[in-house]
């Protein structure tokens, strides 16, 4: 409930309106979709970072950075350890394989790209994200998910 009540206030960005499309194609649990795309949405935002992402990187990591170290690349790499280390899937082609089954290639999730950006570009997420996106971003994010 807390974060529901969190999230209603502070919006949520990229990732949760990317999220939602592949659940609705692929039946990828919701959170397993959010943290897939975490990563690589924090690359993109990375341009965007005011100092956030160390206080983040300090939170999760066990090697703690100061400002004369800490590079926002650094935190995409320690998300994507942490959830390697709970079992997440490294990458959205595994999530979707493992929800939705073995037969289902590349090519096919490929072309579904474009549909699911313009799904995600109808969410009021995508205006709140800390960068500014197009479709053409969001159809690269998922590329990079893959």
């Not at 959010?34 to 160390?54: K, S, T």
């Not at 206080?55 to 320690?78: C, H, T, W």
């Amino acid at each position: 409930m807390f974060a529901g009540i969190a999230f209603s206030f502070a919006r949520l960005g990229n990732v949760h309106a990317m999220s939602h499309p592949v659940s609705a194609y692929y039946n990828v649990p919701h959170g397993v979709a959010n943290a897939v795309l975490l990563p690589v949405v924090m690359e993109y935002n990375a341009l965007a970072d005011h100092g956030r992402y160390r206080k983040i990187y300090n939170y999760i990591s066990d090697i703690v950075s100061d400002d004369g170290e800490f590079r926002p690349q650094m935190l995409p790499y320690a998300v994507r350890r942490l959830c390697g280390e709970i079992g997440i899937p490294a990458d959205m082609m595994t999530a979707i394989r493992q929800s939705a089954g073995s037969g289902i290639e590349r090519s096919d999730v490929e072309k579904k790209i474009s549909a699911m950006a313009e799904d995600a570009m109808k969410s009021g997420n995508i205006a709140v994200n800390p960068r500014t996106s197009r479709q053409c971003d969001i159809e690269e994010l998922y590329r990079r998910a893959l």
